[in-house]
């Protein structure tokens, strides 16, 4: 077993993953540093990590022998290669507003790459990021605890479900601009009625991106 081909397939990994260093450290439950050693040939991934690795999809013979094909068998076609979505410890609200003061993240959603091109036409996870909804105003479409995936780079206000942060408080609703500001709309009218964001009041608006995907338990 040369170490030095190990080492040359530890980066290989990553790469496949579509990971940057500190992301795979944080998917792997590791520090940036002892990664960085890892592919740098400073010491070789124990037990934990490999075993992660291989629920991650990536085949241990291979990376150890060389042998076989970097993914496991059942796995190495394009449609299980697998993107990690930052799951934000952060709420946003559907209902009357909840203070987020804090966006860290908690850990990574995975989705297939080939799942984000289909669906939003997309491979890479910028931009991306997965929040948790509290409250009950965009029911039935989106439930209290339901998870959202959010993309900040479509920060469009057409109708679309966005979510924004207004007054320092975030929430997820419809916006419809119309020609004295935004409409504001929740899903569950009976008891949120519509409101209005006034064009004067706009200056308190954060859009934070549209919601791309609906996540949600039965």
């Known amino acids: 077993m040369d170490d030095r081909e190990i080492y040359r397939r530890i980066r290989e990994t990553r790469e496949y993953l579509g990971l940057s260093q ?6 792997l439950g590791c520090s ?25 999809g990536i085949s241990i013979d291979w990376l150890l022998t060389g042998r076989g094909a970097i993914a496991e068998p059942g796995t190495g076609d394009d449609n299980s290669v697998l993107a ?11 209902g009357h507003g909840s203070i987020n003061d804090r966006l860290q993240i908690r850990d990574y959603i995975p989705f297939t790459r080939s799942y984000l091109l289909r669906k939003f036409g997309r491979s890479s996870v910028d931009g991306l990021a997965v929040l948790e909804v509290s409250g009950d105003s965009m029911e039935p479409t989106i439930s209290d605890g ?5 993309d900040q780079t479509d920060p469009d206000v057409s109708g679309s479900i966005m979510a924004f942060v207004f007054e320092d408080c975030a929430y ?13 709309v929740s899903d569950n009218r009976d008891f949120y009625p519509p409101h209005q964001i ?7 608006l954060n859009i934070i991106g549209r919601v791309r995907w609906i996540g949600k338990s039965l």
């Open 172 to 184: 997820i609703k419809r916006l419809q601009k119309f020609p004295g500001g935004i409409d504001v």
């Open 32 to 56: 940036h540093q002892a990664w960085q050693g890892y592919e740098a040939g400073n010491n070789l991934p124990g037990g934990k990590i490999l075993q992660r690795l291989n629920i991650l």
């Open 198 to 204: 006034r064009n004067a009041d706009l200056d308190q």
């Open 22 to 27: 500190k992301a795979i450290a944080g998917r």
């Open 146 to 150: 339901s998870l959202v995936m959010v």
């Open 84 to 94: 990690f979505v930052p799951h934000v410890e952060a709420q946003l609200a559907a």
